[in-house]
């Protein structure tokens, strides 16, 4: 699998936190997902759209450590390294 | 607002409820996909009726104690019909005996297909919805269950089980447009119910049986976009027999 582009990935991160309801100038790499209002049910659709569109499993245990948008990104990065 | 292009897949499809279902379904705009274990006769001659009357419908087979054939069939009805956005879970079996006498094998084999399908189906079906922001889950529940019934309760437990699980994926996707629903019909004229003692209707208020079309009616009302704040919720279709 080539290399993600982190750019590409946070802006497809950034377009489900948005169609999950939050506020599109409060969403950077630092947010947390709590700050963002962002509950279970949200990641563990978000974790369904890495899964099917990056091939990354997100378990529930990952989920759990994840707190911010750039832990997010970073797992998907590194778990999509070749 | 349900999508232009949506289907609908049907456990138990091909006849009873489930026939009754895909057919005010695909009345109603829905792309029925007609799922059938056995009865591969009877659901292809439901698809033609279904698109003799203008509806858009396709069988599928698939055994549904398996997990993969679950999966699978499902990957086959999203490539051929497109997304899955409203599910009804009806296929159901009677193995009908006193707890003292219920074997693992039909205590397993009831609750696998009644219930444990229901569960694997829906969560595999909330992908789509939950990001097409709609969704209708409507499970085909019982009067017996929510009631008591000597000698089924194999049945009783998987029909009871499916209100649970009705409720609380309710509960857990109701801020995503998605609406789960149980019906619980009473007495209704199927091939399930042909051995029962005529004996029976005399306990039913209405004092007949139902047809499935009485049921699939409700099926359909559940589904629709006019049923979008109705969710968690168990609608007896018994002739009074729960009241």
Redesign the interface.
């Known amino acids: 699998m080539p290399t993600l582009d982190t750019t590409e990935v946070e802006q497809r991160i950034y377009a489900a936190l948005e169609s999950f309801g939050a506020e599109p100038t409060e969403i950077n790499p630092y947010a947390t997902f709590q700050a963002l209002d962002v509950d279970s049910l949200d990641l563990a659709e978000l974790s369904q759209i890495v899964e099917d569109e990056y091939g990354v499993a997100m378990k529930s245990s990952d989920v759990e450590r994840l707190k911010t948008v750039g832990d997010v990104i970073a797992l998907i990065v590194e778990r999509s390294q070749p | 607002m349900r999508p232009q292009e949506a289907t609908v897949l049907v456990t138990g499809g091909d006849r009873g409820i489930g026939a009754a279902s895909a057919r005010a379904l695909a009345a109603d705009g829905w792309n029925a996909a007609v799922l059938y274990r056995s009865g591969e006769r009877t659901a292809a001659e439901l698809v033609e009726t279904i698109r003799a009357d203008g509806g858009r419908a396709q069988a599928f087979h698939a055994d549904l104690t398996d997990a993969s054939a679950c999966e699978q069939v499902f990957n086959d009805v999203e490539e051929s019909l497109g997304p899955v956005l409203g599910l009804v879970n009806n296929a159901g079996v009677r193995a009908d005996n006193l707890t003292l006498s219920i074997d693992d094998g039909d205590w397993d084999l009831v609750l696998e297909t009644n219930l444990t399908a229901a569960f694997r189906l829906t969560r595999r079906a909330l992908?789509a919805m939950?990001?097409a922001r709609f969704g209708r889950i409507i499970n085909v529940a019982s009067v017996v269950g929510p009631r008591a019934n000597a000698g089924q309760a194999n049945y009783a437990a998987s029909k009871a089980g499916l209100i649970g699980l009705t409720k609380t994926i309710a509960a857990?996707?109701a801020?995503?447009g998605v609406t789960v629903n149980a019906v619980a019909p009473g007495f209704i004229e199927t091939d399930m119910t042909a051995d029962l003692p005529d004996a029976i209707k005399e306990a039913v208020p209405a004092r007949r049986a139902g047809r499935p079309e009485e049921v699939g009616a409700c099926v359909a009302f559940l589904a629709s976009d006019n049923a979008g704040y109705v969710t968690g919720t168990t609608l007896y279709v018994d002739g009074g027999l729960a009241a």
Do not use: A, Q, T, Y
Request: hydrophobic residues 30%; positive net charge; without cysteine.
């Open positions: 992908r939950l990001r857990e996707v801020r995503k």
